[in-house]
Structure formats: structure tokens, C-alpha cells
């Protein structure tokens, strides 16, 4: 079977004074039913160079079914007298939300009854009332993350007639529990109104809009359930409004107008603000401000800003403060207490993950938290923030005879062109030998200051035990070593994180751990675009790629308003409308950079109903790479037809794909 040749239908682009021609550019706005037959061509394509793995990809599938629990239950939470928590049971693909009280168990929605008969389904917002007899959620049937919100009477199961199209994520309720706040989309998928409606109402009330295409709209409600904030964010810059939560028919009041490089947010306290804010200091430092004279005039100093601890969070409760902060790439607890003393939550190995888990009742001492490492699976602890001891609520159970001594996790250094260490995080089986002959994947993502943490998935055992080598380079343009680790790698100084991933993949192969025939790499998103640079700068050092998602068409997409996220990542990419930005992204964009060079096997997903990364970017990049590819090698595109940006819905869906994923690799290396 031969690859299918995409037409070449020549576009002529003229930006800047420059004319460049894309030939694929029919791939978005062509003939639907050709694009879509295209599409099709590439999945027959793709399944029949892959033949000969479909039975190591159910292997790989049974043994990944074999270590999930598939009957279990999560951490209950409790919240004003109910447990609350979530099922799931064997054969079934979606949670189950359920809640207790007193000992008698109610199922308050059954995800797999609302997604029968779709072949996607998402459950977005989920909100329960402030008296704890209404249940708000939100549901996406195609992956277009454009919800619908749906009220629900949990004493009789019945829905309310309120029914709110074109929402996103983030849904509340006022204390009297009569009104919503919740949030609508642009013609652009921009995230830029929040309405209050109020249940029976035939007409919402706006309470915010946001007209600079820069910004983006999230609501959050205090843990106090004092107040709602409005929080506008473009990449670099934020303004909060607050919102009264008790009463029905407030408006929002800014608290400090945006300032250019400058973001905050604010928590509450019984009389104070906690303001976590970069005018100081890029990695934050927090103020306290009164709520009485809600101003920064009366701000004073809490947490300094430090240049080498990153303040990610602070979350107060009555009568405690806990601070999450990042310390040279790693996570760690910091508790106040109030009218007291600090002290730092210990953690056990060198490299790990660390979240804070659902924690909704305010006036509590117990404070819980979500653990786990390369090698330890996802345990949530309920941490005493008096008496400082610890008691574990649930670890995930991981069957099959998982056995986490068996496993050896490091966290290493490479050495980056400009001089820079780079942190790496990895994982293999005990005893390995370091001869370079060991297959390895080498994870990236490295923007947007998203940190990437070394977090466990029993998924990967399937690699660890035929020998690979994971590894997770911490590269810069995330925020693994906080916000300056963020600011070298963004804008004009992208590149940085090309080369940090690059460094990382040459110490690997330095120190013996793979060799270039052995080394894959995976990225999505984001990290797809990381994936096509790094194979355009140095394809021979890669054997395999797995692109999931990949933003690889940059330069047209910058340039283009229209599509979701463009305008409001300008501080991420550069103004694409200002030539310096401009020709800087287009001597990285992996698309308009594919040359005729031997490139490694790649690998390419896609969703046809993704709004962050349009199908059209990889089927694009696939098939011009195959136009000047100088090597043998396999280059595959598999876009699912039904969904969006994060793949498959359901959890057995999810599992096919990531197996699917793993036998493409193994198959590519000859392992």
C-alpha cells in the first residue's frame, strides 16, 4: 500500500513584503468531503503500515487493562456533613459522581448513561448547589470544548428547564443558590463574558465582558464562599474582579486595573486578601490586603519574592495558610498557622509530583494532598496541619504484580548550549546496564510555563518492562524551575527550548543510557511543536517520534485572528502583525523548516473537532515531510474522527490510543 499523496493546490501567502507558497493550505478551508477523505486515506494508511503491531498492541492494551482496578472508587471528600466521590465499574468508559451521608449512598450522575449512543462525551464544569439539592454540570458531545449546562434536581433526578448553550469552563453558585455565574465563548472559542442567571430566568445578566482579544475569562469561588473573582489572563498580564457571593444581584468591582507584565490573583481570609502577585519579582511573592479597603495602597508585604523559589499557590483555609511552591524544579508544602509558626511538609524521594487535592471545607485543620513519583503510584494523604502527621486516604491500586522496588528513579543534569543545566527526571528497571543500548522515550513540552512533573502512570510499566528507559526533560519555556525558567524560553528566546530538549537527548546518549538508534521522543500540543523542531534541527538523533496533537503549522496560525488562542498568545509566541516576531517565528515553525533530509519514523495524531490545534496542522506537516523526506522511514497520520484536542473520552478509548502509541514506538525501534 502506498502513502497517500496529498494534492498540491499552491497558496501564495504574501506577509511583511515576503511571498512564500503552501501548497496544503486546501487541507483547511478545501472541499469538506476531499479533506475528510484525505483524512480517512491517512487512517487506512497508517492501520496497514502497522499490521504487523496490532497484535502487540493488544498485548500491551491487556496488560495496561490488567493493572487498572476497574471496579474502584476515588477519595471520598467530605463537604458540609457528605462524602462525596466518584465509581467506576468494570466495561463501563466514564465515572460514576455519587455522595453519602449518615451511610446511604445516592448516585447523583451516571456519566455513561449521558454518553450512550455518543461517540464523544466530556463532562466539563460540575457544581453542586450551596444547599447540596442542585447539581450544575456542563457536557461537550463533539471535543469542541464548547459546553452545554444543565441543571439538576437531585431530590427527584429531574432536570430543570434552564438550559445554557455555548459555555466554558468555570461554573459557580451565589450563596443563595438560586443564581449561576458561569462563562460563554467568542466567534474566536475565547473564553469572554460571565453571565449570572438566575434559575426560571428567561433572560441572564452580563457581568463582565472582555473586549482585548489578548485576554481570557476564568472564575474561581473562594474556599470562604465570601466572594467569586473574575480573573482576566492574557500570557502575561491579569486583572481580578470580585464578585459578592452573597448577594443575588451584585456586580463585579476590579480590584487592581492590569498593568503590562503584571499578573496576581487573590484568595480570602476571614478580613484579608492574599494577593499573589510578580510586581516584585517574577517567581511572585504574596501581600495581605484588607477587605475592608480592598486597595493596593493598604497591601503589605507577606512572602517576599525569592529569585530561586517559585510561589505557585496559596490557599487559605479558617485557621491555616498553605503555600504550594516550586524549589529547583520540585513542588513543596509550606503551612501558617495562623498567629503561629511555618513548617515544610517532608516528602520521601528525589523526584516527584505533589498537588493539592480537593479541599472545600474551610474551617478544618486537615489539609489533603495528592503524592506520587516515576515509580509510586497517585496516593492522596489528608495531612494534620496542627499535630503535622499524615494518614494515607487512598492509593490508586496498581494489579498485576506491580512491584515499585523493581524500579529506579533518578533526577540528572544536561548541559545546555549556552551553558544552562537542564533538569531530567527518568525511570528504568533496577540493574539496568548502561551500555547505550537501551530503548528510551524522551518526553518534552516546554511551554506556556506549564511545569511537567515526574507523576506516575501505570500505563508505562508496559515500556519499563521491555527495558526502556522514560525520561522527562524539564526543559525551559515551562515552569519547572519557575517563572524566569518560563521567560527564557518563550518569544525570542523560543529556540532555547529546542536546544534544552536537544541537550537533553545528547546526555542520554553521553552517559549510555540509549544511543540515537534507540532514542524516541513524544510531545503534544505544544510539545508536537517541540517534537517537529528538534527533528528538523537534528534528525539524527532520534529513531521515532510520536507527535500528539502537534502545533506544528506555527507561522499560520500566528497570523491568523481568527482561530482560537491566536491573539490571546501573542506574549507566548510574539505579535505576529510586528516583522521581528514575525520572521523569528518562521525560522523555527516546524512546518515551513521541513527540508530534504533523512527525518526519523514520526508518528502524528490528530482531532477533527480540536480547537486548540486545527486537524489540518499535522495532516499538513505529514505530507510535506513526505515530499522531502530522504529516508525510509514510516511517516503516519491517525486522526480521530470523533473528538478533540485530548483524544478519546472514554478510559478504555483512552487506553487503545496510548497502546496504540506504545506499539508504534516499540515496532519503530525494533525493540
Known sequence: MTPPVAEKQPKIITQHGDTRTDEYFWLRDGERSKIESHLHAENDYTKWMLRDAESLQQRIYDEMLGRLQQTDMSAPVPYDGYEYFTRTFEGKQYHVYCRRKEGVEEVLLDANQLAAGEKYFRLGNYAISPDHQLLAYSVDLSGDEVYTTFVKNLATGQLLPDRIENTYYGLTWTNNGRSLIYITLDEAKRPYQAWRHTLGASVDELLLEEPDERFHLTLTKSRSRRYIFLELDSAATSEVHILDASDPTAQPACFAERRHDIEYDLEHQGDLFYLRTTD????YRVLTVPVATPSLDH??????????????????????????ERDRGLLQLRIHRNGGDWHTVSMPEPAYALYPAENPTYATREFRFSYSSLVTPSTVFAYDMDTRERRLIKQTPVLGGYDASQYETKRLFATSHDGVQVPISLVHRKGMVLDGSNP?????????????????????????????????????????LGKTWHDAGKLKVKRNTFEDFIAAAQFLI?????????????????????????INQR??????????VPFVDVLNTATDPTLPLTVI????????????YWEYIRSYSPYDNVKQQAYPHILATA?????RVSYWEPAKWIAKLRTLNTSGSMLLLKTNMDAGHGGASGRYERMKETAFDYAFLIHALAV
Not at 534528525?539 to 500528539?548: H, I, Q, S, T
Open 569 to 580: 498568545e501573542y506574549d507566548e509566541w510574539g505579535n505576529s502583525n510586528e516583522r521581528e
Open 607 to 611: 482531532g477533527l473537532n480540536d480547537p
Open 510 to 534: 553521553a552517559e549510555h543510557y540509549t544511543s540515537p538508534e534507540k532514542l524516541a521522543i513524544l510531545g503534544g500540543s505544544a510539545g508536537g511543536l517541540l517534537m517537529g523542531a528538534v
Open 539 to 548: 534528525p539524527d538523533l532520534f529513531r521515532a517520534v510520536v507527535a500528539k
Open 280 to 283: 516584585g519579582g517574577r517567581n
Open 440 to 480: 528510551t522515550l524522551l518526553y518534552g513540552y516546554g511551554s506556556y510555563g506549564i511545569s511537567i512533573d515526574a507523576a506516575f502512570s501505570s500505563d508505562r510499566v508496559s515500556l519499563l518492562e521491555r527495558g526502556f528507559v522514560y525520561a522527562i526533560a524539564h526543559i525551559r519555556g515551562g515552569g519547572d
Open 299 to 324: 497591601a503589605q508585604e507577606w512572602i517576599a519574592h525569592r529569585d530561586n523559589v517559585m510561589i505557585e499557590a496559596v490557599d487559605p483555609f479558617e485557621g491555616h495558610v498553605v503555600v504550594t
